[in-house]
C-alpha cells in the first residue's frame, strides 16, 4: 500500500455492487461533532456580528449567555477540528494531479470529470477547504481569545483587541464561505453525504471523482482476499 | 471671581416624573435610530476645571455614595491616584500628574477627574450589539441600560477614552452614567453637587461654555496663554468638558488623547466588514440554493458502478489506466 493514499479505515466492504468504507464511526463522529460547534459558533456569532440576527441569542437563553457560551463552543471547535486534523492531514497535501484538477475545474461543474487526472481521497477542492477552514480556525481562534472579555479582557491592549476583532470578523466571514462550499459540494455531489452518515460510498462513486483511492483500496481488497 | 453659574435647588421630597426615558433617547445601540423625539432637551455638559481643582476627591466619594458602589479596599501604590485605575464600581477618578514644565522648569501638579466624556458620537455605542444597552438622551447623556447589557466588552473596544469596564461579577458595563438618574429629576450630577471649588460645575452645553470662556480668561490673563477648552470634535463634542491650563497638549494629563475619535479599525469593523460581509454570505447562501435547484446534480452513473466492479475484479484492469504519478 503506498503510503498517504488510504486511511485507517478504508476497505472495499463488497464487490458486486462495490461498496466502499471511506469514514470509519470515530471520524465521523469527530466531523459531527466538529459540525454541530461549527453550526453553533456561526449562529452566536451572526448573533453578536449583525443586529438583525440579535434574536438568535434566544436559542441560547439570551444575550449573556450567548456571549459566555460562544468562546466554549469554540474551544470544543478547535479541539474537535485538530483530532480530524490529524486524521487528514496526510491525504490532503497538495499532489501534481491537484494543479491540473484546478486548471480543470470548469469540466467538474460541466460533468466532464473524464477530462481530469484520476485523484485521491480528496480533489483539490476539498484540500483547498481542508487547509482553509484549519487556517481559518487558527486565526478565528487567537483572535477570539483576544477578545474574550472576561478571561482577557485586561491581558492585551485595546488597540489589539479592536485589531483582533475586526480580524476575528473578517475570518469568520471567510469560515461561513468555505463551509457554505463544503456543504453545497457534499450537497451536489451526490452519494457524497453518506460517507459522514453511514460512512460508505458507492464503487461507482469512488470510480466517477476518487478513482485513483479506489485503486489503491482495490489493491488492498485482492492482497487480503 | 466669577460667581457660581447654575443653582440647583434641593428636590422635593414628593416624587418626581423622570425627565429622561424612552420619550427623549436620540441614539440606541444596535437598533435603527428611534424616531426623531417631539421634543428636544437642552444639551447639558458638565465643565471640569482643572485649574481650580484641589484633589480632594469629594467628587470620587459623592460618585461612590450616590451610586452606592462598594469598591474593595485597595492598596497604596505610591501615588494619590487610587483606586489605580477606574472600574466597575469607581465610575470617576482623580489621575494626578507630576510634569515639570519645561518652559519654565516650574514643577505642576495636574489632577484630572477621569470618567466617561459623553460623547456626541459615543464609540461604546457604535460597537454595542446588543440592542438597546446603550443610548444617548436628547440632552447628550450617554446611559447605559443594564437589563440589556451582555458583557460582550465592544464597548471598551469602541470608546476613544478607555472608559468602560466590565464588572466580574455580573458580567455587565459600567461607568459613569453623568447621574442620569439625578439628571431626570432636575438635579445637578453628585461631584458636581460635592465639588467644594466649583471646579465641577454643570449646566447648559451652551452655559458652560460661556462659563469656560471666563475662566480662560482668567488663566490667560495670569499667564497661562495656552488655557483652553476641550470639547474634542473628533467625537462631534462631548457633555462633559475640560478647562486645562495646557490646552495645546492634553496628553500631559494623565493621557487625555489629543485628538479623539472612534478608531478606524472600529468603523471598519462595524461598517465595511458587517455590510461587506453579509452581502458575500447573503450571495454565497442564494447562490448554493439557486445553483442546487436549477443546475443538473452531478451523479455517479450505471457504468461509473459497472467500471467499479470490473475494477475489484480485475487486476488488469485496475492497473491499466493508473496514473505513473500515484
Known sequence: ?225 | MTTPIATFPNPPVQPAPSRLGEAVIVKRSASAPPPPPAQKLEEVAKLVDVSKCIGCKACQSACVEWNDLQPAVGVNVGAYTNPPDLGADMFTLMRFTEWVNPKTNDFEWLIRKDGCMHCSDPGCLKACPAPGAIVQYSNGVVDFIHENCIGCGYCVKGCPFNIPRISQRDNKAYKCTLCSDRLAVGQEPACAKACPTQAIVFGSKEAMKTHADTRIADLKSRGYADAGLYDPQGVGGTHVMYVLHHADQPQIYANLPQDPKISTVVDLWKGLTKYAGLAAMGLAAAGAVLHGLFAKADRASDEDEQNAVRLVEDPKFREEGANADR
Open chain 1, 1 to 225: 500500500m503506498p503510503i498517504g493514499d488510504v486511511q485507517p479505515g478504508d476497505a472495499i466492504l463488497a464487490d458486486k455492487p462495490v461498496e466502499v468504507s471511506r469514514y470509519r464511526g470515530f471520524t465521523r463522529i469527530n466531523h459531527w461533532v466538529t459540525a454541530i460547534s461549527l453550526l453553533a459558533l456561526a449562529i452566536s456569532g451572526l448573533a453578536l456580528f449583525h443586529p438583525s440576527f440579535f434574536a438568535l441569542t434566544g436559542l441560547f437563553g439570551g444575550g449573556q449567555s450567548t456571549r459566555m457560551l460562544h468562546p466554549w463552543f469554540g474551544v470544543v471547535l478547535l479541539i474537535s477540528f485538530f483530532v480530524l486534523f490529524a486524521q487528514l492531514w496526510r491525504l490532503n497535501l497538495w499532489r501534481r494531479e491537484d494543479t491540473a484538477w484546478v486548471a480543470h475545474s470548469k469540466d467538474v461543474l460541466e460533468h466532464h470529470e473524464d477530462k481530469l487526472p484520476e485523484i485521491g481521497k480528496y480533489n483539490a477542492g476539498q484540500k483547498v477547504a481542508f487547509w482553509s477552514m484549519a487556517a481559518l480556525i487558527l486565526v478565528l481562534f487567537a483572535t477570539g481569545l483576544v477578545s474574550w472579555q472576561h478571561y482577557f479582557g485586561a491581558s492585551t491592549s485595546i488597540e489589539m483587541q479592536r485589531v483582533a476583532i475586526l480580524v476575528h470578523a473578517a475570518a469568520s466571514i471567510g469560515m461561513v464561505l468555505v463551509v457554505i462550499v463544503h456543504v453545497y459540494a457534499a450537497f451536489w455531489t451526490r452519494g457524497t453525504i453518506r460517507a459522514m452518515t453511514r460512512g460508505t460510498v458507492t464503487g461507482g462513486w469512488a470510480w466517477r471523482h476518487h478513482r485513483k483511492w479506489l485503486r489503491a483500496l482495490a489493491r488492498d481488497h485482492q492482497a487480503g482476499a
